[in-house]
């Protein structure tokens, strides 16, 4: 059974910093693409950054230069580090994979909030 656990959410003032961490169990980790969402109340989930098996990378437009993602294989552990952060990032952040692209695995979700 797949499950994917975030952590590492909070509140913090507009230009600091968190790193958030996606702990993956029941799946074979270093062969997924593995994405970090992001949702705000009445808006749709938005894609904020993807990395795949081969450590490529993209991003959203609106969170290039400032949002990093990464993973450890070894600890089975995606991470993504929010840099220079503002209040439009205030969303709840969502770890997101899928199985050939047919079923879809999410993690609770974890709420980060940047005040101004």
């Known amino acids: 059974q797949v499950q994917l656990v975030e952590s590492g959410g909070g509140l913090v003032q507009a230009g600091g910093s968190l790193t958030l961490s996606c702990a993956a169990s029941?799946?074979?980790?270093?062969?997924?693409?593995m994405d970090w969402y992001r949702q705000t109340p009445g808006k749709q989930r938005e894609l904020v950054a993807t990395?795949?098996?081969?450590?490529?990378?993209n991003y959203a437009d609106s969170v290039k230069g400032r949002f990093t993602i990464s993973r450890d294989n070894a600890k089975n552990t995606m991470y993504l580090q929010m840099n220079s952060l503002k209040p439009e990032d205030t969303a709840v952040y969502y770890c997101h994979s899928t199985h050939r692209g047919i079923n879809h695995f999410w993690g609770q979700g974890t709420q980060v909030t940047v005040s101004s």
């Open positions: 990395i795949n098996s081969a450590a490529d990378t």
């Open positions: 029941g799946m074979i980790f270093s062969s997924k693409t």
